[in-house]
């Protein structure tokens, strides 16, 4: 079982229409934060992917003793300690749900006279690291790995690491990156063959810092990669961008093609040749895509994309081309079940060892459709037609497996419920919010709420910041099964509008229209997160013209009709002030920013613990002082101090609370 509160999201009919972008390609940003590590002098990097994968490789290298940095624009900084000058991890390293980060960064430590430890969540505990051990142990490391060669493990690195010839015995860019980033610090010539081309990721970046590498096909259509260790690396500023991932991409490509009417564009996509592979093969399914405005950047081939839907015909797809769209396998079973007639996938191994085994789990969830599929061996046979839908899916912690079904739900006959999309946000954190922008249907999976005389339940929750208010009202709404809002990312995606703008805060016309302008793409922008953004939401959130511009929201929110829980600053006292229930949840200004402190660390942001406890009281002296709806708890508001409380104790005490008034909802 994964180790997460499940998250069971709908979708259903819809039409797409719209002009977007993507996050940042997710392969491109791990190997932008480990080969920038490499380097000497300071790596800018912009459009980093800021989904959990990513952000375990950052926090990762930074207990390797790399000094990365977020900065303004969506910025981060990387200052290279050069080849040989990563130093031993006083911790484990724990890499969330990411086997990319995993594998790669094995590799990148096995040239070093220390021990790393390494281990995950439950999924990726549960995935095989045989495959990258087996070359790496060749170069001269050692394992200590719990049975099946699985995390946790210990890798034991030397300062005496073999260069080798290896052939990939399945084409795996991971594999081959993992030995790559070893024979980085190993001496000599290093040699890696694939049966078939791979993702070429690695190379390119390792030829855009200037580091020599040798790519020759072979008469037997296989490819020999060679890199010479330790090469001389320059001192220089350095600048990367990363393009939008294709394989998020393809969500939103599919969804517009078996959608009836849809049509959008994509901006910025990275359309390496390496990684095309459901491009063309959608192509030769009869749909409507076309590569524009083709260019180059960071040694990476970007095209915007546009997309029509239309009709779609079954196809072979050819073993070869696996490797080149490996992870989007099940995006293009779903387009294969509203395909006429017969799609054969061929050569799909690979799939057994990803997040999930992904061959079982697509075929499994396409049968719960009404579609008809088969595994046979390593080939997935689907036939196409018309998708009855109507099922649940279970994603095993598999963020496209979650997705793709998503997906498909919005073009069956019925509605599709996906039972856990709690891992999505490991790869496109605003996937849902991007597709319901563009006119999706996609939304939370809702059980009868809680009422009161037959009326919806309205929770108010209001408290200092870091006091763990959100977290309650979070537990409430998924306990109670009702609705969730944060009113405070409301005044976040105000100010981040106003610094990602380059406006000044303290404007409060600029403030104003900015308020006005808020959608749900804003809601969900992981930027909302950072401390800056924070600052300046406290400063717009004085302002009575962009409180009366929110204030309306809020309120139609809580009578949705569902049952509400939203969690603020003045929840209780302005704007639900008929609340069914309010709490003012506080703490010591020292518990509330040794919690945040831990939460930054946690997000790999590096911050003294005394700034943090500085701006925490300086943001409590302005919510407490402002004149305009200060930080005070409702008069008939019920005070909860969580000092030394943790989160379950907040809640049980809560749930006390709310069911000592309506015993009914303790059933």
Known sequence: MAEHPPHP?????????????????????????????????????????????????????????VNIRHKIQGVWQVDGVGIGGLTASNNVLDMGNSGTSTRLLMGLVTPYPFTTFFTGDDSLRKRPMKRVMTPLSQMGAQFTARDGDKLPLAVIGTNNSLPIEYKLPIA??????????????????????????????????LRYFGINIDSKKQTDGSVAISLMGQQPVTFAEREIIIPADPSSAAFLIVAALI?????????????????????????????????????????????????????????????????????????????????????????????????????????????????????????????????????????????????????????????????????????????????????????????????????????????????????????????????????GSLYRAVGMKLVYAGKDPHDPKAALDAANHIDAEDLANPRLRQERIGQAASIVSAYPEVRAALLEFQRNYARSGRGAVLDGRDIGTVVCPDADFKFFITATLYARAKRRHKELQGEGIEVIFESVLEDLRERDERDEKRSVAPLIPAEDAVLMDTSTLDASQVFEQACRVIQAKYPALAA
């Open 9 to 65: 999201l709908k979708s259903a009919a819809a039409t797409l229409k719209g002009d977007v972008t993507v996050p940042g390609d997710k392969s491109i940003s791990h190997r932008a934060l480990m080969l920038s590590s490499q380097t000497l002098g300071t790596t800018s990097i912009s459009g980093l992917l800021e989904g959990e994968d990513v952000l375990s490789t950052a926090r990762a290298l930074q207990s390797l003793g």
């Open 172 to 205: 795996s860019a991971q594999v081959k990156s993992a030995i790559l980033l070893s024979a980085l610090n190993t001496a000599g010539k290093t040699t890696v063959i694939e049966p078939q081309p791979t993702r070429d990721h690695t190379e390119n970046m």
């Open 259 to 487: 959608c009836q009417k849809s049509d959008i564009t994509i901006r910025n996509v990275c359309v390496n040749p390496h990684r095309i592979g459901l491009f063309v093969t959608l192509k030769e399914m009869g749909a409507k895509i076309a590569f524009k405005n083709e260019r180059e950047i960071t040694g990476e081939k970007v095209a915007d994309i546009s997309v029509s839907a239309g009709p779609l015909r079954g196809v072979s797809v050819p073993a070869e081309r696996a490797p080149s769209m490996i992870d989007e396998y099940p995006i293009l079973a779903v387009a294969a079940a509203f395909a006429a007639g017969e799609t054969v996938m061929h050569g799909l191994a690979e799939l057994r060892v990803k997040e999930s085994d992904r061959l079982s789990a697509i075929a499994h969830a396409l049968s719960a459709c009404g579609v008809k599929t088969r595994i046979d061996g390593d080939d997935l046979y689907v036939t196409g037609g018309q998708v009855a839908g109507g099922a649940t899916i279970a994603t095993h912690y598999d963020h496209r497996i979650a997705m793709a079904f998503l997906v498909l739900g919005m073009a069956s006959q019925q509605p599709v419920t996906v039972d856990d999309t709690t891992a999505i946000k490991t790869s496109f954190p605003n996937f849902v919010e991007l597709m319901n922008s563009l006119g999706g249907n996609i939304t939370p999976l809702h059980h009868q709420p809680p009422t009161t005389n037959h009326q919806p339940i309205v929770i108010a929750i209001d408290g200092p910041a870091a006091s763990g208010k959100g977290t309650l009202a979070r537990r409430l709404a998924e306990h109670f099964s009702m609705d969730y809002l944060d009113t």
